[in-house]
């Protein structure tokens, strides 16, 4: 049967931040508002998060957050689970574990998988231990306007080298969610299928991507994001989140409304959590602006940055300006034309969602170490933060030549041509130009001797004994020749072999789970490969953000 095993991966793939909170998390205490495993905070956590929650404005935020996400989610094609989350969440006390991701091409990187898998796992785990409703929810960034993110897809090639997908053009600081679908989208789904041709188990994952494509009416980058993640996951019960629907943004409202006003407080303490990080010897996620109200607005359709300047909240090029009271007035009157910074967004998410913990990588770890403080100026709890988990998929032609060549996975990384030489030597261990001069050694005194006996029976035995040992020269030469062709061939094939492994586990020499995406494992193995995920990170023995590498055993 089609499985995974877990071992943890023996490279240190993921910044000293993120390992310490994973591995540590008492060396960064002062960073976070509790340890990942700390259940007992979890359960602090529940009660701050519940009591919350529970005064009529809050239970009224609740109806309709989920009157919004069962609207939103019956336009994708509600599940039975997310049915079944959704009745739960209505429950005054549920709570939700929450991660995101930008709506990048074809799913996004292979993180974004772990993400969501870890969302549901932790829920799972958090719905055991706290006896109430736990539901994983996946915030689309709908928001973000970063099109060099989003734009393209890198993965390992069948042979290991690194391809790239990408649209053309240019996002012109437009967010994924007002971004139509390009019409070179179906070109570049073609293109993966016929990279990776799906296999009879893998057929029905290419059908359900190009099914996504085949929906009516006007679809966004984040639309059709949104629909591979609810075809990968919504049968978990996973539910989407994306902040643009307009009853969604109108929820956090309030929360827009006044980040100008804690603005100057708000970056201070960033700028001071970033000096605390670099005493500690940590990198800080976060360099913005000192005059960054934390909001986007929404101009010509591009989404621009405000800043304060003399008691105004302007763009940069002063094409929008505000004061301060008609900006908040604004924002309630319209909120759908802002958005809030990375800063802002926990905040937000925070408002909207009744969170028990945000599950996040090293990139969001590393701003979320910064951004502690600012929940005290909304009079707010900082959410706990997880890491999320994280793997290497180890396929079985890549585990036969790391078997052959008696070497470990993270080897191909810290040295290839070192292993791909000794992998070479134990195979063609022979030194073929010692044997063969010390074959030819042999055969001239072979001629030797056979000319001083033979020449007395007649001289003429001189000239065919030359004769005869050239003849077995020639075919000594031929022996040899023929040595090292297949010499040549085996160690093309151990060079080969261990050159696609290499670029199958580091895609371009990054880390597979950066450079490689969901589809080509599912095209090829089926929806089996997904699960078997689910399974292996489930059963994972070890910290939650530990990285994991993952050995698919595949059909057998």
């Known amino acids: 049967m089609a499985g995974f095993t877990a071992e943890p991966l023996g490279l240190q793939v993921y910044p000293d931040l993120y390992r310490d909170l994973t591995e540590w998390p008492e060396r960064v205490a002062t960073f976070f508002p509790s340890p990942p495993d700390d259940r007992g905070a979890w359960e602090r956590r529940a009660a701050t998060v519940q009591a919350l929650w529970a005064d009529p404005p809050a239970a009224a935020r609740r ?44 799913g996004g ?29 996946f915030w689309v960034a709908s928001e973000d306007h970063d099109w060099s993110e989003v734009s393209h897809a890198q993965f390992a090639g069948p042979g290991g080298g690194l391809e790239r997908l990408a649209f053309s ?23 993966l299928t016929t990279l990776f041709p799906p296999s009879p188990e893998g057929a029905v994952m290419a059908e359900a991507l190009l099914a996504g494509l085949r929906r009516p009416g006007r679809q966004t980058l984040a639309d059709w994001f949104s629909v591979q993640l609810q075809t990968l996951l919504g049968t978990a019960g996973l539910l989407i989140y994306d902040p643009m629907q307009p009853t969604l943004r ?27 990080l670099l005493a500690a010897g940590y990198q800080p996620g976060l360099d913005i602006d000192v005059d960054h109200v934390h909001l986007f607005v929404y101009h010509g359709g591009r989404r621009v940055a405000l800043h304060q300047a003399d ?22 009157r319209e909120p759908t034309a802002f958005s809030p910074n990375v800063a802002l967004r926990p905040i937000v998410q925070d408002f909207t969602l009744p969170a028990l913990c945000q599950l996040g990588g090293p990139g969001e770890i590393a701003y979320l170490a910064q951004l502690h403080d600012i929940f005290r100026l909304w009079d707010r709890e900082p959410t706990p933060v997880v ?26 990384r810290e040295d290839l041509a070192g292993v791909i030489d000794k992998a070479v030597a134990a195979r063609c261990a022979v030194d073929l130009d010692a044997l063969f001069a010390e074959e030819r050694h042999t055969l001239d005194a072979r001629r030797e001797r056979l000319r001083e006996i033979l020449t007395t029976v007649a001289p003429a035995m001189e000239r065919i004994v030359d004769g005869n040992i050239e003849r077995v020269r020639y075919q000594l030469d031929y022996l040899e020749r023929k040595a090292r062709q297949h010499r040549r061939r085996a160690q093309g094939e151990i060079t080969g072999a261990l050159r696609a492994a290499a670029g199958r586990l580091f895609p371009g020499g990054a880390l597979q789970e950066r450079n490689s995406l969901i589809y080509p494992y599912l095209f090829t193995e089926g929806p089996a490969f997904l699960w078997g995920l689910r399974e292996v990170l489930a059963s994972a023995e070890g910290p939650f953000g530990r990285h994991w590498l993952l050995t698919w055993s595949g059909h057998g």
């Not at 990187?109 to 929810?137: D, H, I, M, N």
């Not at 053009?169 to 293109?191: C, D, K, M, Y």
């Not at 890491?387 to 996975?409: C, S």
Request: hydrophobic content about 45%; some cysteine; glycine content about 10%.
């Open 311 to 332: 008691g105004r909240v302007r763009t940069r090029d002063g094409a929008v300006e505000f004061d301060a009271q008609t900006l908040g007035e604004r924002v309630k």
């Open 250 to 276: 109108t929820l956090a409202a309030p929360v827009l409304a006044g980040a100008p006003s804690r603005a100057a407080a708000a970056n201070a303490a960033i700028r001071a959590a970033a000096e605390r």
């Open 169 to 191: 053009g240019t996002g012109e600081f437009r967010s994924a969610g007002h971004i139509v679908l390009p019409t070179e989208t179906r070109r570049l789904v073609g293109q």
């Open 109 to 137: 990187p292979l993180y974004t998988v772990y993400k969501a898998l870890g969302a549901v796992l932790r829920a799972e785990e958090a719905q055991r231990q706290l006896g109430c409703p736990v539901v994983p929810v």
């Open 63 to 106: 109806h309709a957050l989920v009157a919004a996400l069962r609207t939103y989610h019956e336009r994708l094609g509600l599940s039975a689970a997310q049915q079944s989350h959704l009745d739960a969440l209505a429950r005054p006390d549920a709570l939700v574990v929450v991660t995101g991701q930008q709506a990048g091409l074809l």
């Open 387 to 412: 890491p999320r988990p994280g793997g290497t998929v180890l396929l079985p032609a890549d585990a036969a030549a790391l078997r052959a060549a008696g070497a470990r996975a993270e080897e191909l």
